[in-house]
């Protein structure tokens, strides 16, 4: 679940949090909306205050996806602060633990910054922190990475383990290349007798590379048995096989 | 047995060690900031390792299921740097209030210099209204004149003993600490400082109430697997696994406790509610 606008996310903060969490955070919005410098002390108590629940009550707390109480929190005392959050962010993104990092990045469809935070967006995505990854790669990243910077996002995630169909806005964006690039990946994975995460498949099949994916079907008749079973393995959760058998 | 490691640099360890302190019982920590072995030069190189014990080390050790805290802090090697130190003292106010930061430290005495002393008076005073605890280390050379300049400091600060840990104490430390009110800490090293089979002597005098045993694995000859190691000796030494219990986890959950900051994945339901205030990051309770 990621919510869209404030409203929604004051609605599912009050559904999660305690009488006590919301209280603070409204009268913490009202005090930052007066002094925007008091979110500089008010943005790493938000956990403490607030929660750390996941939004969604059938979320995995450990899943990066899951947006939580702190999150919204977070976002909400930005939203607060206006037309200033621009000027706010650097400094609580440079000085912030992971979790007011991810609280910021999550933040910035909300936010009045245009173009401004994709330096964040960009650092987040060059740490390995699954968390700040996910978190960087919201509607505000996939809506301005260029398509280079996007399709390596996208191929560090299946490479760190992290999903990549939650990602909101990601079929739109899809390119040959990115595609090019999973299969490449999805190749790499099968000449070393490993799995092949099923959620490539369908960015690969969007743009269907030629080259890439009959060096995967080749998988199927190497001398080696466990490159052939991994190939099996892999090919079994796309639509590739299935249509090129319907072709011969 | 359930491991709380109350002080382990382990932005220096490897994930084997990780690997290791989980298999052992490890399954929380504390990381105070220290010095990297090189004197850093610039305030700058403090951000990015106070971001680092914040971030990324919290992150490696929930790979294995260990909860990572820290302590943040000037060292006093490099509170002899007279720039650094007022910088460095400077940016602590904004570190001392995020999650998972449940002491100052380590602070304390090297070679006893007036630097250091101004940056033990002023981050004790920054503990103080921060209402943290505070991570104490002695001295290696001169150690017992340490420990004593250290506690007069203590006690003039206003911060109450019992939110103090002095730590690296020795068979000549330990009755002075102990007698001020402050936890006492024992680094349990492979050659230098205190090894296990001393510890368990120095239990035997004086107990369990008010001390912590510790690894403080770095950089150096060290070992991460200590404090399972020392609960091992005191098996064998015939203190029950309630008291060994006491030392190896209940003690630690106390003392960092009074941050209201602890954030441990798997609670022991009383000690979450003697602990109000302290996070627990699966368990929470669910509003109304």
Redo the contacts between chains.
């Keep these: 679940m990621i919510p869209h606008d404030t409203g929604h996310l004051w609605s599912s903060v009050r559904?999660?949090?305690?009488?006590d969490?919301i209280r603070w955070l409204k009268e913490t919005s009202e005090a930052v909306n007066l002094n925007p410098g008091a979110i500089?002390?008010a943005f790493?108590?938000v956990?403490?205050e607030v929660?750390?629940?996941t939004l969604d009550?059938l979320a995995d707390?450990d899943d990066p996806h899951a947006w939580r109480l702190d999150d919204a929190g977070r976002a909400l005392l930005l939203v607060a602060i206006g037309d200033r959050a621009g000027e706010e962010i650097g400094e609580l993104y440079?000085?912030?633990?992971?979790?007011?990092?991810r609280g910021v990045l999550r933040a910035l469809p909300l936010l009045p910054v245009g173009d401004s935070a994709v330096p964040l967006v960009k650092d987040a995505i060059r740490?390995?922190?699954?968390?700040?990854i996910v978190a960087a790669l919201g509607p505000y990243a996939i809506e301005r990475l260029d398509d280079a910077a996007l399709a390596q996002a996208v191929l560090k995630c299946v490479f760190v383990g992290v999903r990549i169909s939650p990602l909101d806005g990601l079929e739109d964006r899809t390119t040959p290349e990115m595609a090019r690039m999973l299969a490449d990946y999805a190749h790499e994975r099968i000449a070393a007798e490993r799995d092949v995460p099923a959620e490539v498949w369908p960015v690969i099949e969007r743009f269907p590379p030629e080259e890439e994916i009959e060096a995967i079907f080749s998988e199927l008749d190497h001398p080696i048995a466990a490159r052939r079973h991994a190939a099996e393995r892999a090919l079994r959760d796309s639509h590739l096989l299935r249509s090129r058998d319907a072709n011969i | 047995m359930r491991i709380f490691d109350p002080h382990v640099h382990m932005t220096s360890r490897t994930t084997d060690d990780y690997e290791a302190m989980a298999a052992s019982g490890v399954r929380a920590i504390v990381e105070p900031a220290f010095w990297l072995g090189q004197p850093r030069t610039s305030v700058d190189s403090f951000v990015d390792y106070f971001n680092g014990l914040l971030g990324w080390e919290r992150f490696r050790a929930s790979q294995f299921g260990i909860s990572h805290h820290c302590a943040i802090g000037l060292n006093p090697k490099e509170a002899n740097d007279d720039r650094l130190r007022e910088e460095v003292l400077a940016i602590l106010p904004r570190y001392l209030a995020k999650d998972g930061v449940v002491a100052v430290g380590e602070i304390g005495f090297d070679s006893m210099t007036a630097g250091e002393e101004a940056a033990l008076e002023a981050q004790l005073a920054l503990a103080l209204e921060h209402d943290l605890p505070v991570l104490v280390h002695t001295p290696h050379r001169d150690k017992l004149a340490g420990t004593r300049r250290t506690l007069e400091i203590v006690a003039d600060s206003g911060v109450p003993p019992e939110l103090v840990v002095v730590d690296h104490n020795n068979e000549l430390t330990v009755a002075e600490v102990v007698e001020s009110g402050c936890w006492a800490g024992f680094t349990i090293y492979p050659f230098t400082k205190m090894d296990e089979h001393r510890f368990v002597r120095v239990a035997e005098e004086f107990g369990t109430e008010r001390i912590l045993v510790n690894s403080a694995a770095d950089w150096g000859i060290s070992d991460p697997l200590k404090v399972s190691k020392t609960a091992n000796a005191m098996l064998d030494a015939g203190f029950s696994d309630d008291e060994i219990d006491r030392v190896v986890w209940r003690n630690p959950v106390e003392f960092f406790g009074h941050s209201g900051r602890l954030m441990l994945d798997e609670p022991d339901a009383d000690r979450a509610a003697t602990f109000e205030g302290n996070s627990v990051l699966r368990g929470e309770r669910p509003a109304g």
């Design positions: 559904e999660r949090a305690s009488a969490g500089a002390a790493p108590a956990g403490r929660g750390r629940m009550p707390p440079r000085h912030g633990d992971a979790n007011e990092r740490t390995n922190d699954t968390n700040l």
